[in-house]
């Protein structure tokens, strides 16, 4: 049950910044951190922010996440070949009781 | 190091059942939260369920309730979930997780789970 929306893809050159966004209700997003995480072709996911900003050590500076209402999303900057993947937002769901992923995202470096 | 090591997947016809374990070392299992979550060919991620420290609460995604059940032994530092009513729509590969949402997120390489006649 995919309740978090994101756009199924996003591109742009080497060096470049890329967004990607997340878009959820007030049962999840609107009251509880998100998280974002990294999913490397053939790989499990990898946490990559959490608490909507926070990077866990090990994670490049060049991500940087954010939170807003019931959005969220998060910044590649300085994008890489090595960051082409899939990246899934999720969140808590009160309403629910359970834990939303976001439809994810593929990145590809152009 | 933290490791999550999924074990028990496997083809399974509709209707069957398996169990599936996820053995835990580098930490102390006992003081997180664990949860599954499955991942079928090309689609996105799916939270499956979620047990306490001390296994006293649970929850699960609806389409598994009544038919999968979580669970926990800290003194084998091992997470189990135990699929019963199979349905082609269950196959996906399963992964163990430890402090799903948090800084202490960790995954394992999941195990595999077709459900096919």
């Known amino acids: 049950q995919s309740v978090l929306t994101q756009p199924p893809s996003a591109s742009e050159t080497p060096g470049q910044r890329v967004t990607i966004s997340c878009s959820g209700s007030?049962?999840?997003?609107?009251?509880?951190?998100v998280i974002w995480y990294q999913q490397l072709p053939g790989t499990a996911p990898k946490l990559l922010i959490y608490?909507?900003?926070q990077r866990p050590s090990g994670v490049p500076d060049r991500f940087s996440g954010s939170k807003s209402g019931t959005s969220a999303s998060l910044a590649i900057s300085g994008l890489q070949s090595g960051d082409e993947a899939d990246y899934y937002c999720?969140?808590?769901?009160?309403?629910?009781?359970?834990?939303?992923f976001g439809t994810g995202t593929t990145v590809t470096v152009l | 190091e933290v490791q999550l090591v999924e074990s028990g997947g496997g083809l399974v016809q509709p209707g069957g059942s398996l169990r599936l374990s996820c053995e835990a070392s580098?930490?102390?299992?006992?003081?997180?939260?664990m949860s599954w979550v499955r991942q079928a060919t090309g689609k996105g991620l799916e939270w499956v369920a979620n047990?306490?420290?001390?296994?006293?609460?649970?929850y699960y995604v609806d389409s598994v309730k009544g038919r999968f059940t979580i669970s926990r032994d800290n003194a084998k530092n091992s997470l189990y979930l135990q699929m019963n009513s199979l349905r082609a729509e269950d196959t996906a590969v399963y992964y163990c997780?430890?402090?799903?949402?948090?800084?202490?997120?960790?995954w394992g390489r999941g195990a595999l789970v077709t459900v096919s006649s």
């Open positions: 997780a430890r402090a799903l949402g948090s800084g202490d997120c960790s």
């Open positions: 580098g930490f102390t299992f006992s003081d997180y939260w």
């Open positions: 047990i306490k420290q001390d296994g006293s609460v649970k």
């Open positions: 007030r049962s999840n997003i609107g009251n509880n951190p």
């Open positions: 608490n909507n900003d």
């Open positions: 999720a969140a808590w769901d009160g309403s629910l009781s359970g834990f939303v």
